[in-house]
């Protein structure tokens, strides 16, 4: 199991506009995500992994990402029609929220194949190189 290790003291450096470029610039260049995680390690003089950033994967992931925030928008929408139709008693509620439900399906079904088109193209890209 992993030590609990809180981090309660901090440090301040001022730098020149140069210099913090520079840094951000090197930082940039490794494979850490967090830039106090980057200055931790070299201040402790840890080893920092410079690796080659591959730009593609993270475009495709920030693409991945924003498909699955609108998914769970999409899916938590189908709930609370699906509950409020468990909750109604007039008919012409019913109706509204069955054409409420038939939009968000369709809006559904539009990201499944923008998903299926992206992942697609994305994989013949990749079968390209």
Same mark, same amino acid.
């Given at each position: @199991? =992993?030590? =609990?290790?809180?981090?309660?003291?901090? *440090?301040?450096?001022? #730098?020149?506009?140069?210099? +913090? %470029? #520079?840094?951000?610039?090197?930082?940039?260049?490794?494979? /850490?995500?967090?830039?106090?995680?980057?200055?931790?390690? &070299?201040?402790?003089? =840890?080893?920092?992994?410079?690796?080659? *950033?591959?730009?593609?994967? !993270?475009?495709?992931?920030?693409?991945?990402? /924003?498909?699955?925030? $609108?998914?769970?928008?999409?899916?938590?929408? #189908?709930?609370?029609?699906? +509950?409020?139709? +468990?909750?109604?008693?007039? +008919?012409? /509620? &019913?109706?509204?929220?069955?054409? %409420?439900? /038939? &939009? $968000?399906?369709?809006? #559904?079904? !539009?990201? @499944?194949?923008? @998903?299926?088109?992206?992942?697609?193209?994305?994989?013949?890209?990749? %079968?390209?190189?």
């Amino acid at each position: @199991m =992993k030590e =609990k290790n809180n981090r309660t003291k901090w *440090v301040h450096v001022r #730098l020149t506009e140069a210099e +913090h %470029l #520079l840094i951000q610039k090197q930082f940039k260049s490794t494979t /850490e995500r967090q830039f106090s995680n980057y200055v931790r390690n &070299i201040i402790l003089k =840890k080893p920092v992994y410079a690796g080659v *950033v591959n730009q593609s994967l !993270k475009d495709i992931m920030a693409e991945l990402f /924003e498909m699955r925030k $609108d998914f769970n928008g999409i899916a938590n929408n #189908l709930n609370q029609v699906v +509950h409020k139709l +468990h909750t109604l008693d007039r +008919h012409q /509620e &019913i109706k509204a929220w069955l054409l %409420l439900f /038939e &939009i $968000d399906k369709k809006s #559904l079904q !539009k990201s @499944m194949e923008d @998903m299926r088109v992206y992942i697609n193209k994305t994989a013949d890209k990749w %079968l390209q190189s």
